[in-house]
């Protein structure tokens, strides 16, 4: 299994990016994925995620990402995606997808977010 995350940089506030984390190694489209992120000093925290296609698709979000944040996926491309708009400054962190496979847990290596004017 492989996860790699690309589209961070460097944004000012009131700005926006698209994450994208591409998936390997499993059937992407049957297994739900999530968005985390780590802030300096801070413990990793949830952001979002969006279940399995065969499930629904739904999507699901921290307090911080509600009605600024949305993620979708595209399983013909394995990839998943993280839209953030009206980026703050309290959004700079590094941003990881993960995928859990049955008992097991899988990190993408994490792209960096800088908010700052």
């Known amino acids: 299994v492989q996860l790699v995350e690309s589209g961070g940089g460097l944004v000012q506030p009131g700005g926006s990016l698209r994450l994208s984390c591409v998936a390997s190694?499993?059937?992407?489209?049957?297994?739900?994925m999530s968005w985390y992120r780590q802030a300096p000093g801070k413990e990793r925290e949830w952001v979002g995620a969006?279940?399995?296609?065969?499930?629904?698709?739904?999507?699901n979000y921290a307090d911080p990402a509600k009605g600024r944040f949305t993620i979708s996926r595209d399983d013909a491309r394995a990839t998943v995606y993280l839209q953030m708009d009206s980026l703050k400054p309290e959004d700079t962190a590094v941003y990881y997808c993960?995928?859990?496979?049955?008992?097991?847990?899988?990190w993408g290596q994490g792209t960096q977010i800088t908010v700052s004017s």
């Open positions: 993960r995928a859990r496979i049955l008992t097991l847990t899988y």
């Open positions: 969006i279940i399995s296609s065969p499930a629904g698709g739904s999507t």
């Open positions: 190694g499993f059937t992407f489209s049957n297994y739900d």
